[in-house]
């Protein structure tokens, strides 16, 4: 068991690392050069040298990339020139509100993806078939499009939520962080009117942002049940009289989750940190509008940073799927154990 865990690890290690130095390469490939965007237009030689120099942009590369690295355990991510303040500082202050979009989303598309998928596999026929046509229409839309699409018909001819629009109504004053979460943070304060106006900004993008994975998770899940409802315990399990609901749950159901449990930390992540154009099409005050920026600026030290945060979740995500399989399937911790 010790020896998988040190194996994973490595590998997670090995990925992070790789990702950061593939972004490194990429950034400084692009043509332009940052000194001179910082310096601006009118600046001389002499201050983009400078301006250069401060960057240690006259480094060599590995150099360069080393002390980097070195920065980011440390904690020192660096200065963002494109927001005018600490990386850190800068990703922190606006990941609360990617993270609530996200995490709504997450938690719509898990219990989306059940109750499709339960309902496909309890009765087939048309609704099957409907479930299958909303997945793959639900696989086959970018989500920044679905968002376009939100804004135009429940914003702009409906009216019925908020448009792109950020996260609250402008006469509204955001609560005192406590979670960084408006929706809970509202609450704790008893607001009932900003609770429901900051959930009302939440509808159209959580919706544009789950769809993707919603559909993801409803095919996965539907074709594990379909496998699982034929399997010859099931058959056992009915032949004592247990009902077809109760059955269709606690076996068919439970026994189908593991190839979704192992998928939902990789898709979390890829939820955090994909939900840019998401948060651009909404004019959602997270990581997304201020990365945009950075990516046009060519600001390296913001960037990179989200680059690496980015890789260390996709294998925190990764790390959690298969450590919650391995506590729900008794197999995986047998196998794990013999090595």
Not at 31 to 59: C, N, S
Not at 72 to 98: C, H, I, K, M, N
Request: charged content about 10%; some cysteine; overall charge neutral.
């Amino acid at each position: 068991m010790f020896r998988d865990i040190r194996q994973r690890l490595a590998a997670s290690v090995v990925t992070i690392v790789l990702a950061s130095f593939v972004s490194f390469v990429v950034l400084r490939a692009l043509p332009g050069d940052p000194a001179r965007l910082i310096a601006g237009p009118l600046a001389g030689q002499e201050t983009i040298e400078a301006t250069r120099r401060g960057l240690g942009l006259d480094e060599p590369f590995f150099a360069q990339y080393g002390l980097f690295l070195w920065d980011f355990v440390r904690g020192d991510w660096g200065y963002s020139f494109s927001v005018g303040e600490q990386v850190r500082t800068a990703l922190t202050s606006r990941l609360a509100a990617t993270f609530e979009l996200a995490l709504y989303a997450f938690l719509l598309a898990i219990v989306g993806a059940l109750v499709c998928a339960s309902v496909a596999s309890f009765r087939p026929g048309l609704r099957r078939g409907l479930v299958r046509l909303f997945a793959l229409v639900g696989l086959g839309s970018p989500p920044f499009w679905v968002g376009l699409v939100l804004i135009v018909v429940f914003s702009a001819q409906l009216g019925w939520w908020p448009g792109p629009s950020g996260r609250l109504s402008p006469q509204l004053v955001p609560p005192p962080s406590v979670t960084g979460f408006h929706t809970i943070d509202f609450a704790l304060q008893g607001d009932i009117i900003g609770v429901s106006d900051s959930a009302a900004h939440l509808v159209l993008p959580v919706l544009s942002l789950a769809l993707l994975p919603w559909a993801f998770l409803t095919r996965l899940l539907t074709a594990n049940m379909a496998d699982t409802a034929v399997q010859p315990y099931i058959l056992v399990v009915r032949s004592k009289g247990v009902a077809a609901w109760p059955t269709h749950v606690r076996h068919v159901l439970a026994n189908s989750l593991l190839p979704t449990v192992s998928s939902c930390g990789l898709i979390l992540a890829t939820m955090i940190t994909g939900s840019v154009l998401v948060e651009t099409v909404f004019n959602w005050p997270g990581v997304g509008a201020m990365l945009t920026e950075g990516i046009s600026s060519q600001d390296f030290a913001l960037v990179q940073s989200f680059i690496l945060l980015s890789a260390i979740l996709y294998v925190i995500g990764n790390l959690v799927g298969d450590a919650v399989n391995r506590m729900i399937d008794a197999r995986l911790r047998t196998s794990g154990a013999a090595q």
